[in-house]
């Protein structure tokens, strides 16, 4: 979604909008007017704010977001031609949108971090994942295993991702592909042969599973004509069956999810006895919201006798067995550890597993999030030197019909709301109507205000479709067709990677108003691209924003943090900004590296892997 400038300007919708979400706001008030509220009058605004989301009248003189202001911001023509004179502005009227352009090729290896010290005790670490960013992406988890794969390989780590070789993967995203060899795998009563294929994304090599039945057909990730949970257990079999027969021992085997979850049943109820002596199992929960039920006879059909796995709640779970199964289990912050530990069918799981239970924080790739390097940028800037952001913000605001044909004069007043989301109920689906509503309401209270404010939605997940519950995304649609055609507001129904870049680089505020968030990573993105953060406290946001407001932990203050879960809190989140550029240096300094972080999965693999074998 995005929300922009109040002024009455015609613009056309950007083609392909319908399966990925992106708002964008554009917030209406002039930032260098614009203070903190006082907070001791704080539980009046509060009432205040929600009466005034039905009186809209009311709003605009308390409506406090500040953009970022750099000289950058006051563009003229001459500037543009001395340091812009290859870049080709959009414009919505444009016969291919501006993130469908050809874009220059990136290296990711020669990108990297180069002073990263060698771990003195290398492993083998073979990761099976359902997802693996940007070939197979629909949400955080491809991020996640590109992420943490790369963080282990530059610590001197042998690394091997297996994945389903998808029917929708575009092949030209995979270097040195090549079939290696044909082997049989099991699958009801059947051994089904099964190609390998070898691969490097992004330096990564990847080993991809190609049954010759049907499973992983079709033209999505999820979504295809077949059985989805009998086909990840005959992934994680396959796997398996794939390290045996070509006499592969790593040390550690890291599973995610619930697709996954299968595999350390299979391996130590039977290839464990068979040849695989040395792995050790790792799972990853990354959101507990699956839990990957199944029937005893689905069970059976990857070669376990199904009905000896019923639980005592008479519920077969591929996720509560590899909670089970495995050597060590870790989910993606500390927050949602304490929170999973609390609610939820497995909690009592946990529980009783709960000393091998851990709490890892993500992290992001800083060499694929890098607005000093990132090819899909208009233009680059870091935190010492910001004003490529301006540029990047009006190319956005431009291309999306969001700003005047010819440039602003002075554009540092157009504070830009950019929330990047799946439109799922998990992700606070009705705090972003009231942000849509909200922008809308300053608007219609101050037509004739020279200052503006943006708002942009964007799913972030892949097609079929943009929700799984077809009354959001017809929903979700209708907004689009509504507010699509005015100059605050703009709801982008698509996926595209590409996209996803120039809006974190654009943002002034990146909007994070999750129900339930196990870490998240857009906060962290934005941070990285020096857009502030507006999150719900939950989960991992909770462990990494943390509000202006908060005395007790200053040098750690970082955004605007808000706890309810109704549409005053929100309202009450988006009025605080202030003092906007130390806050963009200070967030884009944060270090949310996986350098960061991968050494505690290093240390959870060093204590689970069996050094005799």
């Known amino acids: 979604m995005i929300l922009q400038s109040c002024s009455p300007?015609?613009?056309?919708?950007?083609?392909?909008?319908?399966?990925?979400?992106?708002?964008?706001?554009?917030?209406?008030?002039?930032?260098k007017s614009c203070y903190f509220y006082n907070f001791k009058k704080r539980p009046k605004i509060l009432k205040h704010e929600m009466h005034s989301l039905y009186c809209p009248k009311s709003l605009s003189s308390n409506f406090k977001i500040q953009a970022l202001e750099t000289d950058a911001g006051k563009l003229d023509d001459t500037t543009t031609k001395l340091e812009y004179d290859d870049l080709i502005w959009p414009s919505p009227s444009d016969e291919i949108p501006f993130w469908k352009r050809e874009f220059p090729s990136w290296d990711i290896k020669t990108v990297?971090?180069?002073?990263?010290?060698?771990?003195?005790?290398?492993?083998?670490?073979?990761?099976?994942?359902?997802?693996?960013?940007?070939?197979?992406?629909?949400?955080g988890l491809g991020d996640v295993v590109t992420g943490l794969a790369r963080a282990c390989l530059m610590r001197g780590h042998k690394v091997d991702v297996f994945l389903p070789f998808y029917e929708c993967i575009n092949k030209l995203h995979i270097k040195e592909l090549a079939l290696t060899s044909t082997y049989n795998s099991y699958y009801d009563g059947s051994w089904i042969p099964t190609n390998v294929y070898r691969g490097v994304v992004l330096g990564i090599p990847v080993i991809f599973i190609e049954p010759s039945n049907h499973f992983f057909k079709g033209q999505s990730v999820y979504g295809g004509a077949y059985d989805e949970l009998e086909a990840y257990l005959f992934f994680s079999r396959a796997c398996l069956e794939w390290l045996q027969v070509s006499s592969t021992q790593p040390d550690i085997i890291h599973v995610h999810e619930w697709q996954t979850g299968g595999l350390p049943l299979l391996y130590w109820d039977m290839y464990h006895y068979l040849s695989l002596k040395k792995p050790r199992i790792v799972l990853t929960i990354h959101n507990m919201e699956h839990y990957g039920e199944c029937r005893a006879e689905q069970l059976s059909k990857c070669g376990l006798d199904g009905s000896i796995y019923a639980t005592e709640e008479k519920r077969l779970s591929l996720l509560k067995g590899g909670i089970v199964y495995s050597n060590a289990v870790v989910t993606v912050s500390p927050t949602y550890l304490k929170e999973t530990l609390c609610s939820g069918w497995l909690a009592g799981t946990l529980i009783r597993h709960r000393d091998k239970y851990f709490g890892i924080l993500n992290g992001i790739d800083t060499a694929i999030w890098n607005p000093a390097t990132d090819a899909f940028l208009p233009a680059k800037f870091d935190a010492n030197n910001v004003e490529g952001k301006k540029i990047c913000k009006l190319f956005v605001q431009r291309g999306l019909g969001l700003a005047p044909e010819g440039l602003p004069g002075d554009p540092d007043k157009v504070p830009l709301v950019v929330c990047i989301t799946r439109l799922v109920a998990q992700?606070?689906?009705?705090?972003?109507?009231?942000?849509?509503?909200?922008?809308?309401?300053?608007?219609?209270?101050?037509?004739?205000?020279?200052?503006?404010?943006?708002?942009?939605?964007?799913?972030?997940?892949?097609?079929?479709?943009?929700?799984?519950?077809?009354?959001?995304?017809?929903?979700?649609?209708?907004l689009a067709q509504l507010h699509n055609q005015g100059s605050s507001l703009r709801i982008l129904l698509t996926y595209s990677e590409e996209l996803s870049h120039m809006l974190y680089a654009a943002?002034?505020?990146?909007?994070?108003?999750?129900?339930?968030?196990?870490?998240?990573?857009?906060?962290?993105?934005?941070?990285?691209?020096?857009?502030?953060?507006?999150?719900?406290?939950?989960?991992?946001?909770?462990?990494?924003?943390?509000?202006?407001?908060?005395?007790?932990?200053?040098?750690?203050?970082?955004?605007?943090?808000?706890?309810?879960?109704?549409?005053?809190?929100?309202?009450?989140?988006?009025?605080?900004?202030?003092?906007?550029?130390?806050i963009v240096k200070k967030v884009m300094q944060m270090d949310n590296s996986w350098n960061n972080t991968a050494g505690k999965y290093i240390d959870i693999y060093s204590s689970v892997r069996a050094r005799d074998q």
Not at 12 to 24: I, M, W
Not at 116 to 127: A, E, F, G, N
Not at 529 to 558: C, H, I, W
Request: contains cysteine; aromatic residues 8%; charged residues 20%.
């Open 427 to 478: 992700k606070g689906l009705h705090l972003i109507t009231n942000a849509i509503r909200y922008v809308e309401a300053l608007c219609v209270s101050s037509p004739g205000n020279e200052h503006w404010a943006n708002e942009i939605l964007t799913e972030n997940s892949q097609p079929p479709s943009t929700a799984p519950d077809a009354r959001v995304g017809r929903e979700f649609e209708g």
């Open 507 to 582: 943002a002034d505020i990146v909007l994070v108003p999750s129900i339930y968030e196990p870490c998240g990573l857009a906060q962290m993105i934005g941070m990285r691209y020096g857009a502030v953060p507006v999150v719900r406290k939950t989960g991992g946001l909770a462990d990494t924003v943390f509000d202006m407001d908060d005395k007790s932990q200053p040098e750690m203050a970082n955004g605007f943090v808000f706890e309810g879960i109704d549409e005053g809190s929100l309202n009450w989140a988006l009025d605080q900004p202030n003092e906007w550029m130390g």
């Open 9 to 31: 300007q015609p613009t056309s919708t950007p083609a392909n909008c319908f399966s990925d979400s992106f708002l964008v706001l554009h917030l209406k008030k002039n930032f």
């Open 112 to 139: 990297g971090p180069v002073d990263i010290p060698k771990d003195s005790d290398p492993m083998h670490i073979v990761h099976v994942t359902a997802e693996m960013a940007p070939i197979a992406k629909v949400g």
